[in-house]
């Protein structure tokens, strides 16, 4: 028999998801059940990803985790859900089969750390990625191969549609106990190649109310959220998975824009009312629609979470237009070579014409930076033991 190795350690890596169907709202805080289904596309990690290495060893006395390396509270509620929830599940697996006990480390405690490659400061969410890469990269370690939603789930509502590539819906379900609400693929990545995304970067200061309780006094006071999730969603979700099967651009795009407003309309709704987008962001919303006015066909949508960011959609051939369009109304500041983050965008001439649709007072530095990226994979295992983030002693390598 092989001597045991002290420390199995494994690092993976997941993406960042944006919502095209907004999920707001739960009808059971500590399942984190939704009270609608929603729809993301997964984004690129070559922009942004987190990555996650997890370690057991029977020398570990404790559980611990290190984010962005520092050492945080493992006693967490929604950490502490995930992790009882991939130990439940690799128990399950270990009766049902004929792994041997010991070598599951079920006993064991693990370290866990875990590091994005975009700033949070950016104001990007990245409990998506984080959660979907602890539950990703817990499973690994323990062997399980089940449905991991619920794992990632526990730990932030959104962050089951990381667990996939492509296009992702996070069906809401009707069980009470939620072994129905559930991250399905809808296509591929590579279904869509042609789709391009950018973050358009506007603040990265720290939101004044949170997702989790900003979406408990929406479902305590908002007629309009209740009223979204029961006649308007169901039939979105249908419509959106349609747009995308058949790569319909303007069908997409529209359905994007309407869902987020529509998002932001229950937020001002909220009472006492919340809300996410700034001055710039409103900016933003207003170049998107004149730009469209202007070619008389929809060829960019944007979409809000919890924050001023803006997200855009547009075809490939779109985008180094649409930039410059940005670049004019919101004219870098001092930064004016990294003003633009991710894949290269050529840069072009805007026309007068455009120019006069546009019809702005420029604000400089309104958009800090744009990251440009595309529809990307869902997680990836490292193989290459270099990657771990955790040295032989089961503590953060430094950095
Ligand atoms: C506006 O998943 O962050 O981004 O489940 O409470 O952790 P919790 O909330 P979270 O909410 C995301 C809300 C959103 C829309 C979306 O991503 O669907």
């Not at 990245?126 to 789930?153: H, N």
């Not at 949170?210 to 408990?216: H, I």
């Amino acid at each position: 028999m092989a001597p045991e190795k002290p420390v199995v350690a494994v690092t993976c890596t997941a993406p960042v998801n944006i919502a095209v169907i907004k999920y707001w709202g739960k009808r059971d805080e500590d399942l984190v059940l939704p009270i609608n289904s929603s729809l993301s596309v997964t984004l690129h990690q070559d922009q942004l990803k987190t990555t996650t290495t997890a370690a057991i060893s029977k020398d570990f006395t404790e559980d611990r985790i290190w984010l962005n390396g520092r050492e945080e509270d493992v006693e967490q509620p929604r950490l502490q859900a995930c992790l009882r929830e991939i130990r439940r599940l690799a128990r399950k697996r270990r009766s049902a089969g004929d792994e041997d006990p010991a070598a599951l480390g079920l006993s064991y405690k693990v370290h866990v750390a875990s590091v994005n490659n975009f700033p949070t400061a950016a104001g990007l969410a990245s409990s998506a990625a984080g959660y979907a890469c602890l539950a990703y990269t817990l499973a690994q370690v323990y062997g399980v191969e089940s449905d991991l939603s619920e794992v990632a789930r526990r730990g932030s509502g959104s962050a089951c549609r990381s667990l996939y590539g492509g296009f992702v819906e996070w069906q809401m379900g009707e069980r009470a106990d939620g072994k129905d609400s559930i991250a399905r693929q809808v296509a591929p990545e590579s279904h869509w190649p042609e789709l391009r995304v950018l973050i358009l970067v506007v603040s990265a200061e720290k939101k004044l109310t949170g997702s989790t309780a900003g979406m408990r006094t929406s479902v305590e006071t908002s007629p309009l959220l209740r009223f979204r999730a029961e006649s308007v969603v169901p039939a979105r979700m249908a419509e959106m998975a349609r747009c995308v099967r058949e790569r319909d651009f303007p069908g997409f795009a529209q359905l994007t824009m309407k869902d987020s407003n529509q998002f932001h309309a229950t937020c001002l709704d909220t009472f006492p009312p919340i809300s996410y987008l700034s001055d710039t962001s409103r900016r933003v919303v207003h170049l998107v629609h004149r730009f469209n006015a202007h070619h008389g066909q929809t060829k960019v949508a944007y979409t809000f979470d919890a924050g001023p960011n803006a997200v855009v959609f547009a075809l490939h051939d779109t985008v180094p237009e649409f930039v410059a369009a940005v670049r004019h109304c919101f004219p870098p500041e001092s930064n004016g070579d990294k003003f633009l983050k991710g894949l290269p965008v050529p840069p072009v001439p805007l026309s007068d014409e455009l120019k006069a649709v546009l019809d702005v007072d420029p604000t400089p530095g309104g958009v800090k930076y744009i990251i440009a990226t595309q529809v990307g994979p869902g997680p990836q295992i490292l193989e290459d033991p270099h990657a771990h983030l955790l040295g032989p002693d089961g503590l953060p390598k430094p950095a």
